[in-house]
Each structure stands twice: as C-alpha cells, then as structure tokens.
C-alpha cells in the first residue's frame, strides 16, 4: 500500500502538471474555470495520497501498560489500557481507532499493518473493561455502499431500457431488463440490518428475513477475508447444517458485532464455552524423518491458465470476426494496445505461479513459467506457515519467509499440502545454520 500510495500521488501530481500544460500553451483557448478544477481535482488527490503515504510509514506499538503510535516525524502518542474509552473498527476506511475516555487522544491502526490480526486480538484482549462500559447492542445496519452501487445498477439499467424504446431501438432493450433483473436479486439478496433477539440471530433483507436460532449455531469467528490487498473482517456464523453465513460491511464495527452475537449465543447457552476445537497453531506441526525435498505446483494452476487463454483468445476471433463480417476494419492506435495489456497481464499472472520447489543444501529454488528464483538459507530470518480465509471465507495456508531487509516471500500452490513444505524448507534451514560457520551467523 505504501508504495502504490507513491504511485498514485506521482501520477496525480503528472496530470495535474500535464491539465495545466495543455492550458497554458494555448492561451487563447485557455480556460481558467478548467484550470481551477485541474487543480483542485488531481491536486488534492496528490496530496491525500502523499499524507497516506507518509502515515504508513510510521509505527504502532502495544504491550502490557498501553498503546503507542510513533510518527516518523513528529510526536507519539500514548494511551495507557486504564484510560481507552472506545475502540472502534471503521471498515469501510479499513482502520480500528482507539480514543481514550476523554475523546482527545487517538491511535489509529491500519489494516494493512504487519501482523494486524494478532495486534487486533491483542487489542480487543486488553481492553474489555472499556467495551463493558459500553452500552450492548442489539441491531446492526449494512452501510449503504454495496446497496447503492446495486440500486444505481438497477435504476440505469431500467433508464437504458427506456431510452431504447423511446428512440424506436427495441433490439438491446431485453440485454438491459437481465441486467435490471440481476441488479434486483441482487439487492433482494443485500442485507439491511441484524437484529439478536432471546433465542434467535434476524436478518432482514428488502421485503423478507432469515432468522437462525441460537442452538442451531456451533461457532461464531472475526476472521479477516483477503482480496486483491483488501482486508474484509467477516463474522462467520458456523451452523449445524448448511452453509456458513458470513456478516460484513456493517456501520457498528466488525468487533462490535462479533462481541454482540457471541456474547448472545453463550447467554443462550447457559454461558457454556464453544464446544468446538481450537485450531493448532502452526508451530505444532510435526516434521518427518523424510522430508520432501521437491514440490510440483498443483495441476489446477495448469488447468486454470489454459481457460483463461482460451477465453481470451476466443473474444478477439469474435471481435475480429464480427467486425470482418460487418466491413468493419479495426486499425489505429488502440488495437496494439487492445492485444498487449490483456496479454501482458495474463503473461504477469503466470509468472507468479510456480512449477516446481527444489530444496538444495545451502538454498531453495522456485522455477517459474518464465523464470527461476533462487533463495539462499543464509538471507533467511524465519520460515513459519500462516493461516488465513481468502475472499470467498475458505481457509488458506502458505508459508511465510522473512528475508534480510525486511523483504517476505510467501509460497503456496504446490501439490504437497503447505504444512509438509513448511517442515521442510524449515528443516533444510536449520540445518544450513548448523553447518555454516559461527562468524557468518553473527
């Protein structure tokens, strides 16, 4: 995130020079209401994107007496755990905010920080006390924003099939009603609020509800679903039967809402603990006296490439087919690029995925598609297997490698499962340490 902050800002800061070029070179035709507005537009976003920037460099800390946040340039804040007031998790803008009793202070921590989940388990441990004195709530509200996207889909789909045959043009009409009918499920399928009453957990939708009772329930979990660099805490709702449910997007806060429904479900349970097991941590994985020393990478990466190719490929014959039948002939600038971005990113995708893991005596080496990775035991720090939910919720574990200068390697899509690979990458490392000279490990 830090670096794509960077990113954006310089690109905002180019077109905003670029905006005010085109202006100045032709006086004639300038125009100062254009110009105005090119400042104000890619200016400030150039701004914004500098002060993330500069945010996401500084540091958050906690321990046993209080939180602090050390600005890289600047003062640090403390709050000690006897003065938090509230702790609140905004995540739309992908931050939990801790504000002391008096409402002055206040330590934001990001998302997109290392280890968030354990520094939010640590956080929400430490400050019961403050939650406690918050009043319970019973009724949740979905923010408004995946809601509107859907209405908004739904209002210009029906407008566009108005317009059709208002201009004699009945053709595209029955393309735009599908899009109004699936714009319109899906918000039938958008819930708006949760309620928790005595025995049951309502969710209400636009014109009906489910309601899941308490005893029908075997577990309540925040874990935080990934997406394309995206953190979504999720409450998941574990049932007897069916499905599990997922509840996000909720304007009180994902800790407010899993404190909520958990601490109902454990009342309803006469305050008797989850009779689920614990998950192991991954220390606690077992290595073999035979470890693997090759990994192959899963058949469905294979698979999956080869569909998206063939898709790909497909569309442009259409296209081009299409257009040969109607005496159409595509020319110009755009047609390279309409062929090299989309192949230049299924390239880039493919890269990332591996072929092969050979483990050697003294580094490890990741053949790729189109290249080969080899990283020395030496310039390793820590090798551990880390345990997420991506997107859809489905657990997810990869390994974990720190590297010399902070950088992080994670691998994950081999044949093996990731705790057999983790062993062994960990057990050809620690026995490269025991081989290698005292001076080089200093």
Not at 115 to 121: G, I, Q, S, V, Y
Not at 337 to 352: D, K, N, T, V
Not at 353 to 365: E, K, Q, V
Request: glycine letters at 8%; proline letters at 5%; a positive charge.
């Amino acid at each position: 995130m830090v670096w794509l902050m960077l990113g954006l800002a310089i690109a905002c800061f180019g077109l905003m020079v670029f905006g005010l070029a085109l202006q100045v070179t032709d006086l004639r035709h300038a125009s100062f209401t254009l110009m105005i507005l090119c400042v104000a537009m890619f200016g400030s976003g150039a701004v914004g994107c500098l002060q993330i920037f500069n945010r996401s460099r500084d540091t958050v800390a906690v321990n046993a007496d209080g939180l602090w946040y050390l600005q890289r340039k600047g003062s640090t804040t403390f709050i000690a755990w006897s003065e938090v007031g509230s702790v609140t998790a905004r995540d739309g803008v992908q931050r939990l905010v801790v504000t002391d009793v008096t409402g002055t202070k206040k330590i934001r921590f990001e998302y997109q920080l290392e280890n968030f989940e354990k520094l939010r388990a640590f956080v929400v441990e430490h400050s019961v006390a403050a939650r406690i004195r918050t009043p319970p709530r019973t009724v949740f509200h979905r923010n408004w924003m995946n809601r509107g996207v859907i209405l908004v889909a739904f209002v210009t789909s029906l407008l566009f099939t108005w317009l059709c045959v208002r201009q004699g043009q009945p053709k595209p009409a029955p393309i735009f009603i599908g899009f109004a009918v699936f714009a319109f499920v899906g918000l039938m399928r958008e819930p708006s609020r949760v309620e928790i009453a005595n025995d049951a957990i309502v969710i209400r939708f636009l014109g009906w509800q489910r309601t899941i009772p308490f005893d029908s329930i075997t577990n309540i979990e925040l874990v935080d679903l990934r997406d394309r660099g995206n953190v979504r805490p999720t409450v998941i709702i574990g049932r007897k039967s069916g499905k599990d449910l997922k509840l996000a997007g909720y304007r009180e806060g994902s800790i407010t809402l899993n404190g909520a429904l958990t601490a109902a479900w454990h009342a309803s349970r006469g305050g008797q603990a989850p009779t689920t097991a614990p998950i192991p941590p991954s220390e606690s994985v077992q290595t073999s006296p035979s470890l693997p020393t090759t990994f192959r990478g899963q058949a469905s990466a294979d698979f999956a490439r080869a569909v998206g190719m063939a898709v790909l490929l497909a569309s442009y014959l259409i296209y081009w087919y299409v257009g040969w039948m109607s005496g159409h002939r595509h020319g110009g600038a755009a047609t390279p690029m309409l062929l090299i971005l989309p192949f230049g990113a299924i390239i880039h995708l493919i890269s990332l995925i591996p072929r092969s893991l050979t483990i050697g005596n003294d580094s490890f080496t990741v053949d790729y598609y189109h290249r080969s990775r080899v990283v020395p035991f030496a310039s390793i720090t820590n090798i551990e297997l880390i345990e997420f939910r991506n997107a859809r919720g489905n657990p997810v574990k990869l390994v974990k490698i720190d590297r010399d200068g902070g950088a992080i390697l994670k691998l994950g899509g081999f044949k093996d499962d990731a705790p057999t690979l983790c062993a062994s990458l960990r057990d050809a490392w620690q026995r490269s340490r025991r081989t290698r000279p005292a001076s080089s490990l200093a």
